[in-house]
Nanobody, 124 residues
Framework: QVQLVESGGGLVQAEGSLRLSCAAS????????VGWFLHAAGKDRAFVAA????????YYGDSVKGRFTISRDYAKNTVYLQMNSLKPEDTAVYYC?????????????????WGQGTQVTVSS
């Protein structure tokens, strides 16, 4: 059983920054892709970014390109989402998820395990 734990959310003013973390309870990122999704109130869950664990290939949703950066730390078995130039419309619960393939995907249904989410609130 894979357990993912997100952290790093909080309240920030517009144009500010936050760094989210996604840590796995077991060493299970060896052949996986880790993705981040956001779920804003009243909207469908949306793809934010993904990274392949071995190759480090990255993928981004159109709304975050140039502002967010996804990265991984082998030693800590953790994936990070650095969020800069935050906007009020980035306000959402952010989830990380994994899939057992070295290929990014923007589709929620391609991911097998999900964390509990962390709230990000951006004030104007």
């Amino acid at each position: 059983q894979v357990q993912l734990v997100e952290s790093g959310g909080g309240l920030v003013q517009a144009e500010g920054s936050l760094r989210l973390s996604c840590a796995a309870s077991v060493r299970t990122f060896s052949s996986y892709t880790v993705g981040w999704f956001l779920h804003a109130a009243g909207k469908d869950r949306a793809f934010v970014a993904a990274i392949t664990w071995r190759g480090g290939n990255t993928y981004y949703g159109d709304s975050v390109k140039g502002r967010f950066t996804i990265s991984r730390d082998y030693a800590k078995n953790t994936v990070y989402l650095q969020m800069n130039s935050l906007k009020p419309e980035d306000t959402a619960v952010y989830y990380c998820a994994t899939r057992g393939y070295e290929l990014g995907s923007p589709s929620m249904s391609d991911y097998d395990y999900w964390g509990q989410g962390t709230q990000v609130t951006v004030s104007s």
